[in-house]
């Protein structure tokens, strides 16, 4: 096996169809501001700031055969991304994903990603029949995973042999998403990026701070946690290490929309790069921020 990526993201490639307003907004506003179209999801957004570490990345989705599909591989290419094992069915339109944000951060999102969760577990044909692994000669590294897999993919991936070398990094897709990641809870091999209230979501309790969210999971079952929680402490828990914690820079929030998958990309990258937990943390924390700030904007 011929290795021509650095990890694999297995999940939602859509387009992301943004709209930005600097002015406070209710139900029935009707704004002046920003409408921007760039190629996202959660799987994408990692690629690409993985990208940016010098890492490379394949992706495992569904795309479409429309035209928007066609363009959306264009772009995904254009950005160092492996395209060559994307799944691409007939008669399914190419996902979309969009989004109202004001200055308070996100007001309303829409995720239409009904094509990935169509395809099923066709879009892991290449870790079963040998282009990247199979229940033989199981993958060995690097899998960012996200939760827009329907929850019975998910629970499936869990028992499957091709997946019990992997190295899997996993995120949920949405805080309404968050529980669909029950079964990897407990997968040995399973680190999960989650937010305070995700955290939450999957131990039926209510956190104050990312470190008690942390040390919640991990005492649910979680192997290993990353927890998040906007621009305060960011936690590391681990079932052997116990939990660890770093504040976020302060900056000004431009946007919101894929901070969450900045800071799991930086974080991996921070690690494959051999940095300690705490130094990979603050790494993932700063990388957040930057990116909140809309540096590059």
């Known amino acids: 096996m011929i290795m021509t990526q650095d990890i694999l993201c297995i999940g939602s490639v859509l387009w992301d169809v943004i709209g930005r307003t600097p002015h406070p907004m209710h139900v029935g506003s009707d704004e002046p501001g920003r409408i921007t179209r760039l190629p996202g999801g959660v799987a994408m957004n990692i690629a690409m700031t993985l990208h940016r570490f010098g890492l490379r990345s394949a992706l495992l989705t569904a795309v479409g055969r429309d035209a928007e599909g066609e363009e959306l591989l264009v772009e995904?290419?254009?950005?160092?991304?492996v395209t060559s094992f994307v799944h691409r069915p007939d008669g399914l339109p190419t996902d979309r994903y969009?989004?109202?944000e004001g200055p308070e951060g996100l007001i309303a999102a829409v995720a239409d990603a009904h094509t990935l969760e169509a395809a099923g577990d066709a879009i892991l044909a290449p870790l079963e029949d040998g282009r990247l692994g199979s229940k033989d000669s199981p993958y060995r590294h690097v899998i960012a995973l996200d939760g827009n897999l329907t929850q019975e993919l998910l629970q499936d991936i869990c028992s499957r042999d091709s997946f019990t070398q992997a190295d899997l990094r996993v995120a949920p897709a949405s805080p309404g998403k968050a529980r669909r990641l029950a079964?990897?809870?407990?997968?040995?091999?399973?680190?999960?990026?989650?937010?305070?209230?995700e955290a939450?979501?999957?131990?039926?309790?209510?956190?104050?701070?990312?470190?008690e969210a942390?040390?919640?999971?991990?005492?649910?079952?979680?192997?290993r946690v990353l927890v998040t929680d906007g621009g305060r402490h960011a936690a590391d828990g681990h079932h052997q290490r116990g939990v660890i914690q770093a504040p976020c820079p302060k900056v000004h929030v431009r946007r919101i929309t894929g901070a969450g998958d900045t800071f799991m990309a930086a974080h991996i990258a921070a690690e494959l790069?051999?940095?300690?937990?705490?130094?990979?943390?603050?790494?993932?924390?700063k990388s957040a921020a930057c990116y909140v700030s809309g540096e590059d904007l």
């Open 76 to 81: 995904c290419s254009a950005r160092g991304m």
């Open 98 to 100: 969009m989004a109202i």
């Open 183 to 197: 079964p990897l809870m407990r997968h040995a091999g399973a680190t999960l990026y989650v937010n305070r209230e």
């Open 200 to 211: 939450g979501y999957l131990t039926d309790t209510l956190y104050d701070t990312a470190f």
């Open 214 to 223: 942390a040390r919640g999971m991990i005492a649910a079952g979680a192997h």
């Open 273 to 285: 790069d051999g940095q300690s937990p705490q130094d990979a943390l603050e790494t993932a924390q």
